[in-house]
């Protein structure tokens, strides 16, 4: 793997509340210098949460409980002040699902991108004029659009001038949350290969996330898949593909229209428990059509299946014979 960006090391996150909720448990990841590593799961499995902590934008009720995020060797929860706004922009950015929340109505796009650059940089001047237009020309919106209102932007170009905010102090690392979800599928496919471009391009690495395993398949080197607040899986795109070793992963993966092949669409059964009561034993053990008798009572571990691949379930425990399904 390329040198390490980002070491997320036994995080994890609890929101306070009439009962204290551990949305994020015990997750350990890596992200490495130039890398897209994917992270997938449905909505309410942590994967925000965890986002959140890593870009230190927690809500005021949550905080990392347990563990430490490393960036770059440096231990981030432990910044404070000038460090952590410095950190938030220069290191790392987030692009966010809804585009049309993020962006204020009531600035055009140019005043926002300028004041991402200047807000870090202390001052607003030609030059960020025209940074504003270059890192439009970048994400191929027409650089003339920095003088329109995001209402009069289509979703696609502002799911572009919101990249274009994320690069415009070049981060090491971005955030990406879900940001294709609210458009059509060929918006997507062109964010999708532009994202890739970019990253070629400039180098970033980004941490993309979503529950739509087809198109993290697409994208990304290496994939986690969360479920419940913790970690299940992890791995290269092709190890996951095609041999994903969790019975949560094969079902996210039958969950989704393929790229590669055309085959019947089967759900997962079930719903993700709550995660005020989370189950005993294995998280997955009421929806998974492979269970052992010990799954409800035993929590497994994270066993390794191949170089870097890792799954968290009894089944690849020496000696396990599955249950037939
Ligand atoms: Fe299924 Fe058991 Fe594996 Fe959990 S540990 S995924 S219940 S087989
Ligand atoms: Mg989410």
Excluded at 99 to 108: D, G, K, W
Excluded at 256 to 271: A, D, Q, T, W
């Amino acid at each position: 793997m390329s040198n390490v960006l980002c070491q997320i090391d036994h995080v994890s996150v609890t929101y306070h509340g009439d009962v204290d909720v551990r949305a994020v448990q015990d997750v350990s990841l890596t992200i490495g210098e130039g890398e897209i590593v994917g992270l997938a799961g449905e909505s309410g499995c942590g994967k925000s949460t965890l986002a959140m902590a890593l870009a230190q934008l927690l809500p005021d009720n949550a905080f990392v409980s347990d563990g430490r995020i490393l960036f770059k060797g440096q231990d981030i929860l432990r910044l404070s002040g000038e460090e952590l706004r410095q950190f938030r922009w220069d290191q790392v950015s987030l692009v966010s699902q809804s585009a049309m929340n993020s962006l204020n109505p009531v600035l055009t796009v140019g005043e926002q991108i300028e004041d991402a650059i200047w807000s870090h940089q202390g001052k607003r001047s030609v030059e960020t004029r025209q940074r504003a237009r270059e890192l439009l020309r970048l994400v191929e919106v027409d650089p003339d659009r920095v003088s329109s209102y995001p209402h009069q932007l289509s979703g696609g170009m502002r799911q572009r001038a919101m990249i274009a905010m994320a690069l415009a102090l070049d981060p090491k690392l971005i955030i990406m949350d879900e940001p294709t979800t609210a458009l059509d599928v060929v918006v997507q496919e062109q964010i999708i290969q532009q994202i890739k471009d970019l990253q070629r391009k400039l180098g970033f690495s980004v941490l993309f996330i979503t529950h739509d395993m087809s198109l993290l398949l697409s994208i990304a080197d290496r994939i986690a898949i969360m479920y419940a607040g913790q970690l299940v899986e992890q791995g290269s795109s092709d190890d996951l593909l095609v041999s994903p070793a969790h019975p949560y992963t094969q079902g996210l993966i039958d969950a989704f229209p393929s790229v590669f092949e055309s085959r019947e669409l089967v759900g997962i059964g079930g719903s993700p428990p709550s995660m005020a009561h989370p189950p005993s034993g294995c998280r997955f053990h009421e929806r998974c059509p492979k269970r052992l008798s010990k799954c409800d009572s035993q929590e497994p571990g994270m066993i390794g299946v191949g170089a870097a691949h890792h799954a968290k379930c009894h089944l690849l425990e020496k000696g396990a014979v599955p249950s037939e399904s």
